[in-house]
C-alpha cells in the first residue's frame, strides 16, 4: 500500500454541498464587485456632470433672498436656463422695483420627490439664509420612491409591486441593470437619477448652459418604475411632507409660498391639497394651474408649454413667475418689502428682439463640442417661433439624429411639419421613426395622431394648432384620444426630469 500523499487533482475535489456554497460566493461577492465599482463610477461621473452644467452662485448681500424649491420645473426644464421662473422673477422684481433689491435662487433638482425636499430643507436654509422660501414639489412622488416617508409612514412595506420596486432601488446594481436593458430595449440612456442622491449644492443651482443636467431617459422615466396608483398613499404622502417643509421653514421664522403645478400630476389630487394646506397654515399660496387654465381660456392659442408637453416654455415660466410676484404682492406689508403693481407677465415678451436674442444664445450653444441633442431641440423651438422653417427643421432633425429617434423629437418635427403642412415630409419622417424604433407603444399614439393631421390637411380639414413652443391644450382630449395629454399628467421626472423634469 502506497503512502504517497494525494496529487493536487485529488485535493481539487470538492464535495457538491462545498462546490455550491462556493458559487454562491462567488455570486455575492460579484455583486458586491458590481456594487461598488458602480457606486465608485456614478461618483465621478456624476460630479463630472455637476461642474459641467451647474457653476456655483454667490450669495450677494443687502437683497431680499427667495430661494425657490422643486423638481425639473423649478429648474426650468422646457427652455433655455435664462428663462425659468426664478430667474424671470428676479427680473421681474428687479425692473418693477429699481434699486437691484431682490436676489432669487434656483434650486430645483431634476426628479426630486417632495420627501426628498423636505429632508433636505433644513440643510439649504442654513445655506442660503432666505428671506422667503418658494415650494413646487410632489408631481414625482408616484413613480420616483428613492428617500420616500412612504416607509417612514408605514404605507410602503415590500408587499407589493410598488413596494418592492422601491426597496430594489435602493442599489445601484438593480438601477444599473434595470437601466440597461430597458436601453438595450427602447434606446434610452441613463439619467443622472440612476447616479447618487442629488445632495451637492451645485447641483442645485440652475444650469449655466442651455443643455439640462439631465439626459434623454429622465423624460421617460416613469416607464422604468413602477407607478404608484394609490391615490390615498399619494394624498397621505404629500400632507405629510407638507408639514415637515412648513414646520421647518416656521421654525426658522421664514415665510413660505406654496404652488400648484400648472399641470394636474398623476394619481394624487396634488391641487386641491396644496391649496387647502396653504389656506389652513397660514401659508401664501399660488395656483399656477387655475391661472394656466384662464388663460388658455382667454387666448385659446396662447403656447404655454414646451414640446414634451409636461414642462412651461419661457412663456409659462414667466406667468408662473408673475403669479408669485402677485402673491407677493398682496402680502408685502407682512414681508417688509416695497412692490410697484405686479406687471403684465406676457406685455411684450414675445417681441422680435427677445427672440433674435434667444435665438443667438442657443446657436452659440450648438456650436460647442459639448452640445448635445437638447440642444438643437432648443434651437428648434426658437426657430420654429421665429416662423423660421429651414433652421427649425435643421435643428430638429439634427437632434433626432442624435438621439438616434427618441420620441420627443420626433414630436417636435412631426409638429413643425403639421404647422407648415408639410405632409409628404411628414409621411417621410413616420417611416424613418418606424425603421428605427418598430410600431411600439411609446410612439404608437404618435404615429396615429399625426396620420390623422396629415389626412385632415389633405382634405382641406383645420389641423389643431401647433405652437412652436407647444400648448396646454384643454382638460378633455388626450393625445390620439387615449387619455389626458402631457401637460396633464404633469412630467415624469427626471426627471423627465427631471428630469427628470417631472
Excluded at 5 to 21: E, G, H, I, M, T
Excluded at 400 to 406: L, P
Excluded at 433 to 460: K, V
Aim: charged residues 25%; negative net charge.
Amino acid at each position: 500500500m502506497s503512502d504517497a500523499p494525494a496529487s493536487p487533482v485529488d485535493q481539487r475535489k470538492l464535495s457538491p454541498l462545498k462546490r455550491f456554497a462556493f458559487a454562491i460566493v462567488a455570486v455575492i461577492a460579484f455583486f458586491v464587485v458590481l456594487e461598488l465599482v458602480l457606486w465608485g463610477g456614478s461618483l465621478v461621473v456624476y460630479d463630472r456632470q455637476v461642474a459641467r452644467h451647474n457653476p456655483t452662485t454667490e450669495l450677494k448681500d443687502g437683497k431680499f433672498r427667495i430661494v425657490t424649491f422643486g423638481d425639473s420645473v423649478t429648474a426650468g426644464q422646457g427652455t433655455a436656463p435664462r428663462y425659468s421662473y426664478p430667474r424671470q422673477l428676479e427680473s421681474l422684481l428687479n425692473e418693477a422695483n429699481p434699486g437691484d433689491k431682490f436676489e432669487v435662487i434656483n434650486n430645483g433638482v431634476y426628479a426630486l420627490n417632495s420627501s426628498r425636499l423636505g429632508d433636505l430643507l433644513p440643510g439649504w436654509i442654513e445655506e442660503f439664509s432666505p428671506n422667503l422660501i418658494v415650494v413646487m414639489a410632489g408631481c414625482n412622488n408616484a413613480w420616483n420612491y428613492r428617500n420616500s416617508h412612504l416607509e417612514t409612514m408605514g404605507l410602503m412595506d415590500g408587499s407589493d409591486r410598488a413596494g418592492w420596486q422601491m426597496l430594489l432601488d435602493k442599489t445601484r446594481t438593480y438601477r444599473f441593470l434595470r437601466v440597461a436593458l430597458k436601453r438595450q430595449k427602447e434606446g434610452f440612456g441613463i439619467a443622472e437619477e440612476q447616479a447618487p442622491e442629488p445632495v451637492l449644492r451645485d447641483q442645485m443651482q440652475i444650469s449655466a448652459s442651455v443643455s439640462p443636467a439631465v439626459d434623454g431617459t429622465a423624460r421617460t422615466l416613469e416607464r422604468q418604475r413602477t407607478l404608484l396608483k394609490d391615490t390615498e398613499k399619494l394624498d397621505a404622502l404629500l400632507k405629510y411632507d407638507l408639514d415637515m417643509i412648513s414646520w421647518t421653514a416656521g421654525e426658522a421664522g421664514i415665510p413660505v409660498v406654496l404652488m400648484t403645478y400648472p399641470f394636474k400630476p398623476p394619481y394624487q389630487d396634488h391641487r386641491g391639497i396644496t391649496r387647502q394646506y396653504a389656506l389652513d397654515n397660514g401659508l401664501i399660496g399660488v395656483d399656477n394651474y387655475a391661472e394656466f387654465q384662464r388663460l388658455k381660456r382667454l387666448r385659446p392659442n396662447i403656447e404655454l408649454f414646451s414640446a414634451d408637453r409636461g414642462h412651461p416654455n419661457a412663456t409659462g415660466y414667466r406667468v408662473v413667475a408673475a403669479e408669485i410676484y402677485k402673491a407677493l404682492y398682496a402680502v408685502k406689508s407682512d414681508l417688509g418689502i416695497e412692490l410697484a403693481t405686479p406687471p403684465d407677465p406676457l406685455a411684450s415678451f414675445k417681441d422680435p428682439e427677445y427672440l433674435r436674442e434667444l435665438y443667438e444664445e442657443v446657436r452659440e450653444s450648438s456650436l460647442k463640442p459639448e452640445a448635445d441633442e437638447y440642444v438643437f431641440e432648443t434651437l428648434g423651438h426658437v426657430a420654429m417661433e421665429m416662423d423660421d422653417f429651414p433652421a427649425a427643421e435643421a435643428a430638429f432633425l439634427e437632434a433626432f439624429a442624435r438621439s438616434n429617434g427618441a420620441p420627443q423629437f420626433y414630436e417636435s418635427l412631426g409638429n413643425l411639419y403639421v404647422r407648415h403642412q408639410k405632409w409628404d415630409e411628414l409621411d417621410g419622417l413616420k417611416d424613418k421613426m418606424l425603421a428605427l424604433r418598430g410600431d411600439r407603444n411609446d410612439i404608437e399614439f404618435l404615429i396615429e395622431m399625426f396620420e390623422r393631421e396629415a389626412a385632415a390637411g389633405r382634405a382641406g380639414k383645420r389641423t389643431r394648432q401647433v405652437g412652436g413652443w407647444g400648448q396646454g391644450g384643454d382638460d378633455k382630449g388626450g393625445k390620439g384620444g387615449k387619455g389626458p395629454r402631457r401637460d396633464d399628467r404633469g412630467p415624469p421626472r427626471d426627471d423627465r426630469g427631471p428630469p427628470q423634469g417631472n
